[in-house]
């Protein structure tokens, strides 16, 4: 069974540009969870949608939104860029939307 | 607000010893509380978790404590091998759900 794919895996992009990023869940899972991963914040959560609602929400700028579709899959968008969002950013799914979260390989971002 | 608290930072071990990694958290409502691997240039992968009502689970060689009085729970690896090489994440979450909140991580070296 396929695993949680993200899509793109690398993207380099100018600041003051957007960005839009892809997870496609385990299938059969309803819960998607967005992560910023970086060497100096570790891992932050972004975002957790369940059933196309948001369910909670981590403590980052409104230029960071996302979005799920009736089919599971999840979008994440990050408007106006700069060079501190840099990062790795790491979808993770769940079948109960409550354990056993399982994440993709990630989508590696740099901003210049 | 939510804090996980993890250390050490850096383990260096001797294969077939054993590595024992500690977080603590701040939020008395969390009850779920996975480990993920992470190896070099890879995904986390979960590999052990624990829930508020279990005070220890045990996996193989890895194992995994809570202390609810206390707010921690620790990560028990036995006999060490080289691929245990890898940075390990603790998180807590409350209710379950998609909120993970991420320690900042333990780099382990086991030397062969």
């Known amino acids: 069974k396929a695993g949680v794919t993200q899509t793109p895996r690398y993207l380099i992009k100018t600041r003051g540009q957007q960005v839009t990023l892809s997870c496609s869940p385990i299938s059969g899972h309803r819960s998607v969870s967005w992560y910023q991963q970086t060497p100096g914040q570790g891992l932050q959560f972004l975002f957790e949608y369940f059933s196309e609602t948001q369910r909670n929400k981590g403590n980052f700028p409104g230029r960071f939104s996302g979005r799920q579709f009736s089919n599971s899959r999840s979008e994440m968008n990050v408007s106006t860029l700069e060079l501190g969002d840099s990062a790795l950013y790491l979808c993770?799914?769940?079948?109960?939307?409550?354990?056993?979260?399982?994440f993709g390989s990630g989508t590696r971002l740099t901003v210049v | 607000g939510e804090n996980v608290e993890q250390h050490p930072s850096t383990l260096s071990v001797q294969e077939g010893d054993s590595a024992v990694i500690k977080c603590t958290y701040s939020?008395?409502?969390?009850?779920?509380f996975p480990w993920y691997k992470q190896e070099l240039g890879k995904r986390p992968q979960l590999i052990i978790d624990?829930?508020?009502?279990?005070g220890e689970k045990k996996d193989q060689r890895i194992a995994v404590t809570l202390n609810k009085t206390a707010k921690h729970f620790s990560l028990h690896i036995t006999e060490t091998q080289p691929e245990d090489s890898a940075v390990y994440f603790c998180a807590a979450s409350i209710n379950g759900g998609g909120k993970l909140i991420f320690g900042q991580g333990t780099e382990l070296s086991v030397k062969p």
């Open positions: 993770a799914s769940s079948l109960t939307g409550s354990y056993g979260y399982t």
């Open positions: 624990i829930r508020s009502n279990v």
């Open positions: 939020d008395s409502a969390s009850n779920y």
